[in-house]
């Protein structure tokens, strides 16, 4: 099941969002988590579905693979509108029974935030992780944080430790499933009974990981120290970073975005309400 999981993986092509400058996927990203939160209505979210829908096309990864990142996030969605489909409070009730009582205005906001986690996740992985090397990231973070070198912000160390903990994300997974087969093999049950004893099923699997992730962040700290790897200060690039036409012309097409999503949000509907 965990080998399923494609969250913080970089699949490799040669779509017009892998050719993008990472600086403008990064600026791009952030945009996006705000352009989700202007949707309000039923139009405005389902032009956010068809700008999703958009850049998975644009990028290349397959449907399937993106139904997989999307995975981890289920039950979080599922729980989040049950909570909201039950404590949202209209003026019509459409279901009462006991002390439960289901308005429309909680069936719209369970559905719409439904669509607003699934889309933060499935738009972000998209134009990041997806289509964004870790070493590439590394310098797209560092260079954005540039300005804060002035006031000594260790810039480097930290664009480099969040690609490394992004890259380390599917090791970590396969890692895991790894010992799971193997505590498996040994007669270990992770089904069946109480969830106090699955709970403690789970400590053969903790502690061979936590191991084996220690044992990983020494292995690279060594190998590091002996390429001699001294930091961000005088360090060069193989590959410069130059913002082209094609990354503005998807600049401007963010705007447009965002016009479409606030116009969306005053058009008349009969259905769906504001969130």
């Not at 945009?31 to 032009?47: D, G």
């Not at 990981?209 to 700290?221: C, D, I, K």
Request: net charge positive; hydrophobic share 50%; glycine share 6%.
């Amino acid at each position: 099941m965990l080998k399923d999981i494609t969250l913080g993986q970089y699949f490799p092509g040669q779509s017009p969002l892998h050719r993008l400058d990472p600086r403008m996927k990064l600026i791009l990203m952030i945009a996006f988590v705000v352009l989700i939160f202007f949707a309000r209505t039923l139009p405005s979210f389902v032009y956010l579905v068809i700008l999703v829908a958009a850049l998975t096309a644009v990028s290349g990864i397959r449907v399937k693979a993106l139904m997989k990142g999307l995975k981890p996030v289920v039950f979080i969605s599922v729980f989040t509108a049950v909570i909201n489909l039950f404590w949202t409070v209209g003026e019509t009730p459409l279901v009462s029974f006991w002390v439960i009582t289901i308005y429309p205005e909680g069936i719209w906001r369970a559905a719409y935030l439904i669509v607003r986690i699934m889309a933060l996740v499935a738009g972000t992985s998209l134009l990041l992780t997806y289509t964004t090397t870790p070493m590439e990231l590394t310098d797209a973070l560092e260079s954005l944080l540039s300005p804060l070198k002035k006031i000594h912000v260790p810039v480097h160390e930290f664009a480099m430790m969040m690609s490394l903990a992004l890259r380390f994300v599917p090791t970590l997974i396969e890692e895991t499933e790894k010992i799971i087969n193997a505590q498996k093999a040994r007669g270990t049950d992770f089904e069946s009974g109480s969830l106090l004893r699955r709970a403690k099923a789970l400590i053969p699997i903790l502690i061979p990981l936590f191991v084996s992730s220690f044992n990983r962040a020494s292995e690279l700290a060594t190998a590091m120290e002996c390429r001699c790897y001294t930091g961000g200060e005088g360090r060069t690039r193989l590959k410069q970073l130059r913002l082209t036409g094609f990354d503005w012309a998807c600049a401007a097409l963010l705007l447009l975005s965002f016009a479409g999503i606030i116009l969306t949000n005053y058009v008349p509907f009969p259905w769906g309400g504001v969130l």
